[in-house]
């Protein structure tokens, strides 16, 4: 794994709120669980990319789409998420939909993006790719989410 | 915009950013493009697992009645449940050095070395 700064770590405060939320109250979490914890979300993300990016490549696809990454805890044996992941992919598409605009373009324009990408992003992967991608309002998203809590 | 997610039961749908679990999927090898609605399952399903671990790991601790979550509470689920062992790595069970002499040297005399 990686130990360079710009880590793939997550936030851990973030991770510390999930944490907290999923215990009962007051239960105390040492700082090293909480590190370890964040290191194996870590860890889980690119478990479920690989197996998801098998079912993707199996159908001869290039682009991860939402059923890969089911078929990826259901092969993980996270059956469990299964149900609670289709609800908020629903709720999450609706939201999408009241933005989008150009949704049918889209499309179009995710062939192009993607060799472009692949070129270029073997390179970089840096934030210039998010602008390019079709990200921009997700993130937007959760900003305003954050600016509510606070 | 942000009254939709509300409306859901919960504040907003996710809490993990969205493009800090794209930057560690794209670090995967062979992962060409991944689709928005991919990306966001995979950030919630970090977030369902991040609680899924914290929980059963709290439950077949020994912190229960000490109400506290410890690191070996943590590396003695992974190494007990199945769906947890692609953890077993990261999350090493740890032994006294002492103890992890004594192994090696019993190993070693079994295995009759000449050290």
Known sequence: MAERPEDLNLPNAVITRIIKEALPDGVNVSKEARRAISQAASVFVLYATSCANNFAMKAKRKTLNAGDVLAAMEEMEFERFLEPLREALEVYKKGQKGKKVSEPKRKDKEKKVDTENNKSRAEEGEDDDERMEEEPEVENEAEEEEEVEN | ?115
């Open chain 2, 1 to 115: 915009c942000c009254k939709d997610d509300q409306a859901s039961g919960s504040k907003k749908p996710i809490s993990l950013p969205i493009s800090r679990v794209r930057l560690i999927m794209k670090s995967s090898p062979d992962v060409s493009s991944i689709n928005q609605d991919a990306l966001f399952l995979t950030t919630k399903a970090t977030e369902l697992f991040v609680q899924h671990l914290a929980l059963s790991s709290f439950n077949n601790g020994s912190g229960k009645e000490t109400n506290s979550l410890s690191y070996s509470d943590l590396a003695n689920t992974a190494q007990e449940t199945e769906t947890f062992h692609f953890l077993t790595d990261i999350l090493p069970k740890k032994i006294l050095a002492q103890d992890y002499l004594n192994s090696l040297e019993q190993m070693q005399e079994e295995e009759g070395a000449d050290y």
